[in-house]
């Protein structure tokens, strides 16, 4: 018997993935959690249907959105990812020497758990002595901790459920406000293909707070069409100005200092949602 696991992506897209197995299944406080063994992309952890992450192609992923916003900054010490509670985001932010404290705000406990359990290539960082985990809304956090961070990383889940908050005017505002001086956050912003409107509706937002503001690609197999979206915004730091010798020597799969620079060339129709 062939086993199947489809993500509507949109009432008209699906992706589909031949499943080994099912290896766990939770109904959390929040979400429908699930981790299947695929022929493709190895463990896939999905939340209500939808992939959030796999252990074949998690690092085009996790490594955008961390080390732009990392190698920005002119000395990332203090970190506060929102969500991202699989630990991708937090293994690639320790790789940075300048890191002192990393706290991850993911509100749902049962996504550390499984990932710790059953993906540990990608949560490896979560038992990293510089990690502090709250369980806590992420709005919440930032309101409770101004000026308290150099980085902010916004890992979260697409803007239903718990998420929704995490893509409005307010809570960019709390962002700037937990942010310290020459402070950075960064978001995953969709996809330009699939989901225009959304994203015409958080690069204002974005503008609206941050004196700085860009938007670069990258390319995530699993997510809806491939092609998807990070918006960064600065207090004053230009990601399209950092010097050669600024770029940390890393260990990565896909991001490299040249394509933190193409990144933000974006093609006219991209250009276009931002008008």
């Known amino acids: 018997m062939d086993l199947w696991f489809t993500e509507k992506q949109t009432p008209e897209l699906a992706i589909s993935c031949s499943?080994?197995?099912?290896?766990?299944?939770?109904?959390?406080?929040?979400?429908?959690?699930?981790?299947?063994?695929?022929?493709?992309?190895?463990?896939?952890?999905a939340l209500d249907g939808v992939i959030m992450t796999t252990e074949a192609d998690e690092f085009f992923y996790h490594e955008m959105i961390t080390h732009v916003a990392m190698n920005t900054h002119p000395r990332p010490e203090q970190v506060l990812v929102i969500g991202g509670g699989d630990g991708g985001s937090v293994r690639e932010v320790l790789k940075h020497p300048t890191v002192k404290r990393v706290v991850l705000a993911e509100i749902d406990e049962g996504v550390i758990n499984a990932s710790r359990q059953y993906l540990p290539t990608i949560s490896a960082g979560l038992s990293d002595q510089r990690v502090r985990i709250e369980i806590t809304d992420g709005i919440v956090y930032v309101r409770e901790h101004p000026n308290e961070f150099d980085v902010i990383i916004v890992d979260s889940t697409d803007p239903v459920g718990p998420a929704v908050g995490l893509f409005a005017h307010e809570f960019y505002q709390g962002v700037f406000r937990a942010l310290r001086t020459d402070g950075i956050m960064v978001a995953q912003t969709e996809s330009p293909v699939v989901n225009k409107e959304m994203i015409k509706k958080i690069w204002g937002n974005l503008k609206g707070v941050f004196p700085v503001t860009r938007m670069y690609l990258g390319i995530v197999p699993t997510y809806p069409t491939g092609l998807w979206s990070y918006t960064l915004g600065s207090k004053g730091p230009n990601p399209l100005a950092v010097q050669a010798e600024k770029f940390v020597p890393l260990e990565t799969q896909y991001y490299t200092p040249d394509l933190h620079r193409s990144a933000f060339i974006l093609p006219p129709f991209v250009q276009e949602l931002l008008r």
Request: without cysteine; aromatic residues 18%; proline residues 0%.
């Open 19 to 45: 499943v080994k197995s099912t290896v766990f299944r939770e109904k959390t406080k929040y979400q429908d959690l699930a981790v299947f063994d695929t022929y493709q992309y190895g463990r896939l952890l």
